[in-house]
């Protein structure tokens, strides 16, 4: 230790004729140095030692008496913070002068850089102490947007601008409430699944999530990711044959959400998505997880994972009724006429756009937009005519979308898990006369086939079975909310199909 401290104090002095504690070494200069401190690691160490633990090792920075090196991964970071923190602080510290701390952190591409701090005075610190030296938590990824590894935060989609009604208020309620659970808090429910038609506010519920916990608690580690970006960064560390930095990371998360994860595909990434999640699940960390479609029906993912899924809770988001739609409409016009204060829509074209438009946020903004720009371009006072006009070629109901009996039995099978040959037969189990009579229901609703030709292709049968079946269905819609919730949810997947 002695000889240590005398070359600290020997390179101290000659530290002043390249001035480093005014901090104007030019990077030339620090990585001529860490050259030399290379060297003499692979000498004191060998070739072995030296190709498992520093050879990735690359000089960042020295400002004020730290230097910090980086890393590519967590494992090496500690292994070497842990076993050698003593002899490379010693040997950095032998080229670059009087150290007050060495600093490794992890440089891998997109993540966040957690810094593990080696004090000259002591080589092998406590955990806890190495804790708090780490740069503060609003300086690394989770809290910085703009250094996240996940997917681009949007800064239209919060809390106060989501539009809530009866269709959505459930998952509405339920994202404020993960939101606002404070850390170490117990979680009500986890996970959170979304699952809804494209467009009827699952991605904006997720944004909001993350904006919301990012300014309340800065210091959780939040990550907003969609299915096809996770896919990429899996990809690109087994490419870089780097996958445990990749598990490190994702672990590590404290509230992950993950977006269009029924995009998500191929064996290797969904059991790697899977370990990802019973790691998070059973730590107790937050995950929320936004589809298409209910855990059910995603197909590609085993039965054991959907039944997680499931395990939480599952909301859905019908689309908008038609105050919900007056509502959105008039929010985002009045965010325009803030942009734009020329912009003049009456009531009236609000309320004819509103029963116009009966899908989700997005067409209706869609539509809007439309006719915003057809008042901007034209210089004429809107009105309901000329909001038709700029519409016209909007449909309103599916009767342009040609839907099958065929693909009715399918989803209906599928969503009631229901054999088809039990659909088409004679058998009078309530489990499968149920899904049967919302079948010939939706044939009826969605197709332009006739009763008799509904009931032939439902197993031959008569068409007052067939019209029995639909007032039966449209009788129960009236008094059963699930029932109507269920039959919404499979006219959305019909039309997506």
């Known amino acids: ?188 429910f986890n996970p959170l699944y979304i699952h809804s038609a494209a467009g009827l506010g699952k991605t904006h519920l997720l944004n909001a999530i993350s904006w919301r916990i990012r300014q309340q608690q800065p210091t959780r580690k939040v990550l907003f990711i969609t299915a096809e970006r996770f896919m990429y960064h899996f990809l690109a560390a087994l490419k870089a044959k780097d996958v445990i930095s990749f598990k490190d990371e994702f672990q590590s998360i404290d509230v992950l959400l993950i977006d269009d994860f029924q995009f998500l595909q191929g064996k290797s990434m969904q059991q790697e998505f899977c370990h990802t999640f019973n790691s998070l699940v059973d730590s107790k960390r937050q995950v929320i997880i936004a589809a298409d479609v209910p855990p059910a029906q995603l197909e590609s993912i085993d039965q054991r994972m959907r039944s997680r899924f499931a395990g939480g809770l599952v909301v859905d988001i019908d689309a908008p009724e038609l105050d919900l739609r007056r509502q959105i409409l008039h929010a985002r016009l009045s965010d325009a006429k803030r942009k734009d204060q020329r912009i003049s829509i009456c009531d009236d074209v609000v309320e004819f756009v509103a029963n116009r438009v009966t899908a989700g ?62 659909l088409l037969s004679p058998r009078r189990a309530r489990s499968i006369v149920r899904p049967r009579q919302v079948g010939m229901y939706l044939a009826k609703k969605l197709t332009p086939r006739s009763l008799p030709e509904i009931g032939r292709r439902f197993g031959g049968r008569d068409h007052s079975t067939v019209l029995h079946a639909v007032r039966k269905i449209e009788e129960l819609i009236r008094t059963d909310d699930k029932l109507a919730r269920e039959v919404n949810l499979l006219i959305r997947l019909i039309e997506q199909n």
């Open 1 to 188: 230790m002695t000889n240590y401290r005398l070359a600290t104090a020997v390179k101290s002095e000659m530290s002043d004729e390249v001035d480093l504690g005014d901090q104007k070494d030019t990077s030339k200069a620090l990585k001529a140095q860490w050259d030399q401190v290379i060297k003499k690691v692979r000498a004191e160490f060998g070739e072995d030692l030296f190709s498992s633990w520093f050879a990735r090792m690359e000089v960042e920075s020295l400002i004020g008496g730290v230097l910090t090196v980086s890393v590519p991964t967590k494992f090496l970071r500690n292994w070497i913070a842990s076993h050698y923190a003593g002899r490379l602080t010693a040997i950095c510290a032998s080229e670059y002068g009087k150290l007050d701390t060495v600093l490794i952190q992890m440089r891998t591409r997109g993540l966040p850089q957690h810094g593990t701090a080696m004090q000259t005075r002591d080589p092998i610190e406590d955990q806890s102490e190495k804790s708090s030296r780490q740069p503060p938590a609003t300086a690394r990824l989770h809290g910085n947007p703009a250094n996240d590894r996940g997917s681009s935060l949007d800064h239209s989609l919060t809390f106060e601008t989501f539009v809530a009604g009866s269709s959505n208020a459930l998952a509405h309620a339920a994202a404020l409430r993960v939101a606002d659970a404070r850390a170490g808090a117990p979680v009500s």
């Open 361 to 422: 946020g997005r067409e209706l903004e869609g539509a809007l937009n439309r006719v915003i720009a057809s008042q901007q371009v034209t210089g004429a006072r809107m009105t309901v005519d000329l909001a038709a006009m700029a519409l016209r070629d909007l449909a309103n109901t599916f009767d342009s979308v040609r839907v099958r009996i065929d693909d009715i039995l399918r989803i209906v099978g599928r969503h009631y898990s229901v054999p088809r040959a039990d």
